[in-house]
Structures are given as C-alpha cells and as structure tokens.
C-alpha cells in the first residue's frame, strides 16, 4: 500500500479495510490478521496498526475476542451503513471540486449524467 503524506497513515488504513468490507473482499465474520503481522505486511508501525484496530472497534466495525483475534462486524446494517458513508464522502469531495472549478448544481447534474457511461468499468447501467 502506497500512503499519501497529507493525511495519516492509520487514517488510510482504516479507509482501506472499511473500502475492503463494503466490496466484498472482506467478508462479515472475516478475522483480521495481527496488528503484528499486519504491520509487517503494510510496512508500518506496529502501534500505528493497533490504533486502527482500535478505532475500528470504537466505530463497531470490528470486534475482538480476546485470544482470538480481531474480527469484521457480521452486522449488514453496519457494512451498509459504512457503504453509504463513503459514497457521501465521494460526493461530498466531486461537489466541492466541482463547485472550485466553477460548476453549479445542474452543471454537476449534467456532466454526470454524459459522462455515466464513460466509467474506467464500463458497468454502468442506463437509469
């Protein structure tokens, strides 16, 4: 994982699992591996990991069982609601970036709607 050096690093992580659980490549139940050996794996600090972990059970993404490890929320609710939360925060940032630019609400409005069809994935369906 390649880290930006203007926001923190267990910020990043937490946005990489949290964006790992809404698609799927984490499953509800999934045990997280250790702070230790994800430290190893991420090339970072060791607390830096346990502090995600923290944070993450703070939020009730994650669990733990002690003895046992670090597990993924097997609530739906809380992946969906996670899913939601970071499909705001995209919006959020696509209207303030367009908003610098210049554009206004229907200018926005426009622009997604031709450009849908332009995804890198080409998956997106005509609504």
């Known amino acids: ?8 690093i267990y910020m990043q992580v937490i ?19 250790s702070s230790r050996d ?4 991420l090339g970072i600090n060791f ?3 346990a502090r995600v972990y923290k944070e993450l059970e703070m939020e009730d993404i994650v669990f733990t069982k002690r003895g046992l490890g670090t597990f993924i929320t097997e609530s739906s609710e809380k992946v969906e609601s996670i899913r939601h939360e ?4 995209l919006i959020d940032n696509y209207i303030s970036g367009m908003k610098q630019l210049g554009f ?6 426009e622009f997604v709607k ?5 995804s890198n994935e080409g998956n997106m369906k005509n609504e």
């Open 86 to 89: 970071m499909a705001k925060e």
């Open 47 to 49: 607390n830096t990991v």
């Open 15 to 33: 946005h990489r699992i949290k964006q790992d659980i809404v698609t799927g490549k984490l499953k509800q139940g999934d045990k997280l591996p």
């Open 114 to 118: 031709e450009n849908k069809y332009n």
């Open 104 to 109: 206004m609400r229907n200018d926005m409005i």
């Open 1 to 8: 994982m390649e880290f930006n050096n203007n926001i923190p």
């Open 38 to 41: 994800y430290s190893y794996e």
